[in-house]
């Protein structure tokens, strides 16, 4: 089974991506390659009616919490390249709630990963 012959209409799917994009000192992205490459899955699950979860890093904050590395930056970035609103949970570990309350067509974008040291 590959992901084109999977219907994902009515599930939710948990996606890892590499966001790890470049950032201006305004926090602003400079290279959207990284988005832009990981669109054609992203919008295949959300086009058949899935929910959408997506987890990624960025940097190495060290497994700690450093704004510098925060995925909020790049939420607004998310949104525009998807053409949809994306919910955020600013605490990755803690999201379970945000995840079960999505309804088809939402994405909520986890924090960075690596804000854990187990992530490390």
Not at 7 to 18: E, P, Q, W
Not at 46 to 61: A, F, T, V, Y
Not at 104 to 114: S, Y
């Amino acid at each position: 089974m590959t992901i084109d012959s999977f219907n994902f209409d009515g599930k939710k799917a948990i996606v890892r991506v590499d966001f790890n994009v470049p950032l201006d000192e305004n926090g602003h992205i400079t290279d959207d390659t990284r988005i832009r490459g990981a669109l054609p899955t992203l919008n295949k699950i959300l086009n058949d009616g899935g929910s959408l979860i997506i987890m990624s890093h960025m940097g190495k904050p060290k497994g700690k919490v450093n704004p510098k590395f925060s995925l909020s930056q790049i939420k607004g970035d998310v949104a525009k390249a998807l053409g949809r609103e994306v919910k955020f949970a600013d605490d990755c570990a803690k999201a379970a709630d945000a995840a079960k309350a999505l309804k088809p067509g939402e994405v909520l974008l986890l924090e960075n990963l690596r804000f854990y040291p187990e992530e490390e």
